[in-house]
């Protein structure tokens, strides 16, 4: 009996530490907080948390033994951490079983907000604010640096990134880093609520030149960072001078429902599995003149979904969509709104970079052959809203397996190729399907209700409704393309945040519309603007 009883509790204390039921929150306050405190409290607060420069006494006790699976680090809102205490390099990892993407369960370790414990009138983001100057630590100039698994991120501002001139390392000088590597660092991990901005750098004259200050992690394909995503976030550059950085570099393999403006890229990724639901605006213009920019670029992935995007107002000479597949994948992109762009820049289908394992194509840096591309139900403004005159989908690489072109909407004055749809790169043998797509030009479109004026951009209720092809038998078609687009997020300028989609999307059932909206929704709103 007394053997029965032990082994009883033995299994109980099991279960409890696996379940994270003896999790600790440890509380950090730069400005009323001490190392010498135990951290248990709001009323004993850590100055800094585990892994700041810095750090010393118990909060040092503590970053040796590493923080337990399920554990709290909780940052006192309304407080700012300046450049003494960045770069904070975190380590340490939960132990979650986690749907994917991102980290759920018990065994997540969360480092973010208690919404009842802050200083002032009212609650707001715990800061990391560089001051505009370089930061020390355990990483070159990273404000942020996470090296674990099984991690949350959640409702933290950050601010003040500079970058100096000369030859700088990747991952160097960047606001986030998810740590890289093989097998598998970065994985596992949620980026939410967070507020990327007020970044600068030296003059290109000095030597500076464009970096991925953003947000940064694994470049491989596939994708190191397994299962971490990046969503509800808002990376913006209002408050700079609007000329640089690129929101997202490498990782994270899921992107989702962010807001990205004012930079020169929005993202350019590879190995990435989903980007879906953003709102991608006012992208270009780099004060690095040997620079390209971009809204989405991906470089090389296997299986991917571009989806429910709204992409807009781009500078002079950048890409909307760049998508590179690898041979024997597949990348689906539908229900994407794209408008005021470049002229010829707005959505290219191209060869994956050079990558584990492909064929090269001679000594040009890409590979020999590409895989298929799906574009369903877009709605594409084809160029600047002053004159869109470029073909829908841009000179389509010569090694794609195929290019399936179906519902999409496109709005522009050419004619040739193939009624202004699709053109091809000299000497292609790549195999075209297209189907039920409209070609209008603007004059046209707006005659018809099609304006970039609507509150949803090019939204009407004329030929494209019901005139599309019903693509629920096609082979591989993901389950979010039955339904109508998202059309990226909806904003609360003042208090930095995405609030959901713009659009609640809607079952397209067995009556398809062409482009992105379903033309059957209720009369928009009139208090709400894509931003």
Known sequence: MIRRVTQLLILIVTLSLTSGAWATTYYIDWVSGADTNDGLTKSTPWKRAPGMVGCSDNCLAKKTAVVQPGDQIILKGGVTWPNAALGWYWRGSGNATTSSPGCSGSGCIYIGVDETWFTGASWSRP?????????TGDAVNVLLYLRGNYLIVDNIEIKGMYWPAGTLSYGSHTNVVISPGSPGWGTNITLKNLYIHGWSHDTYANGAKQRSCGVVGDTATPNNN?????????IDGSDTARDSCSGVFGSPPYIVNNLFRHMANGMVVNGTVKISGNTITNIGNCFDPTAHTNAIEVNASNDIEISNNVIANLGSGTVGIWTATNAGYTATIFNNVIYDTDISQYFNVAAPVVNGGCAPKGTTGYCLYAGTTNIYNN???????SNPTGIGIANINVS???????????????????????????????????????????????????TLSNKYPFRGAGVTVGAGMDLQSLSGIPSAALSSTSCGVKYDELNHRVIGNYITPQLRGTNWDIGAYYGRYPAPPTSLSIQ
């Open 226 to 234: 397994v299962n971490t995503i990046l969503q509800d976030s808002v």
């Open 400 to 450: 794609s397996a195929e290019v399936k072109i179906i519902n999409n909407h496109f709005i522009t004055s050419a004619i040739t190729p193939n009624d202004g749809a699709w053109s091809v790169a000299s000497g292609s043998t790549t195999t075209i399907t297209a189907n039920n797509n409209i070609v209008q030009s603007k004059s046209i479109a707006n005659a018809q209700g099609y």
């Open 379 to 385: 709605t594409i403004e084809c160029g600047p809203d």
């Open 127 to 135: 800061i990391l604010d560089a001051g505009g100057a370089v930061v």
